[in-house]
């Protein structure tokens, strides 16, 4: 008799003692079954951050010209307008948003599961070639208007920065990305650093974001931090799938 090769890969879970999981089925609501789940993912948590933030964002920025109409200077995160170029400086912001916010789409979207599965070899998928090519599309994406920011990166396995080793540490211990800006923007010789700390499948990464123009922000920490997560949920899946395959083929020749 032939097991079902999808059992393999859905087991139950004997050790959940949860009576919404393992007990009475009527005790299911609608609720526990789906929506709490999806909510409480922090996948989707960070989505959910990244587009509440952009939301706070645009709507502040259209309030400035009547809350701030007195102001000379106004400074934003790592914004500084001057009031005469404050409407126009709110268009800009927001097209800057609009354009990380579409960036976040990409990531999350078929396109971009498409691209990674194109990184598949002998049922594997390479994380670190995978993020370092979307780094790379978002190095393109940045240098263009209307975010006009130049950076580089590194990805490294397992390794340290010495010079970086606080901000790594920070990382590792929240779970976080970590941003540190120069104060004196004018300083060329100083850069602005954005650092994350990701494990994935037992393997250390630790992605180093700088540059001496761009000044990083909330909305970039997230933007990095969901393409990681993104690019693993992906390769989970395409893995999975692939190992699903494998063994139905196995079992009907």
């Not at 009576?19 to 948590?45: L, M, R």
């Not at 780094?135 to 396995?157: A, D, S």
């Not at 990305?177 to 037992?202: G, P, Q, R, T």
Request: hydrophobic share 40%; no cysteine.
């Amino acid at each position: 008799m032939k097991e079902n090769p999808k059992s393999l890969f859905l087991q139950p879970d004997v050790t959940n003692e949860n009576p919404a999981i393992n007990g009475d089925p009527n005790n299911e609501t609608a609720f526990s079954i789906i929506i709490k789940p999806f909510v409480e993912s922090n996948f989707h948590q960070i989505i959910f951050q990244g587009l509440f933030l952009l939301i706070v964002w645009v709507l502040l920025f259209l309030t400035i010209p009547v809350a701030f109409k007195r102001l000379k200077r106004f400074k934003f995160l790592n914004l500084e307008f001057e009031v005469d170029n404050i409407e126009q400086a709110a268009i800009e912001t927001v097209e800057i948003s609009g354009t990380k916010a579409k960036l976040m789409a990409y990531f999350t979207g078929d396109d971009a599961s498409g691209r990674t599965l194109e990184f598949l070899f002998q049922s594997a998928v390479d994380y670190k070639k995978v993020l370092e090519y979307f780094l790379e599309e978002m190095q393109i994406g940045y240098k263009n208007h209307p975010i006009n920011g130049v950076f580089t990166f590194e990805v490294n396995n397992n390794e340290a920065l010495e010079k970086l080793s606080d901000l790594i540490g920070e990382s590792m211990e929240t779970g976080d990305a970590v941003i540190y800006n120069k104060i004196d923007e004018n300083n060329i010789l100083k850069k602005n650093y954005l650092v994350f700390y990701y494990s994935y499948n037992h393997y250390d990464y630790v992605t180093v974001i700088e540059s001496y123009t761009y000044s990083f922000d909330i909305l970039d920490k997230y933007l990095f931090e969901l393409l990681h997560r993104t690019i693993a949920k992906n390769i989970e899946n395409i893995e999975y799938m692939v190992a699903l395959t494998n063994i139905e083929d196995q079992s009907e020749s």
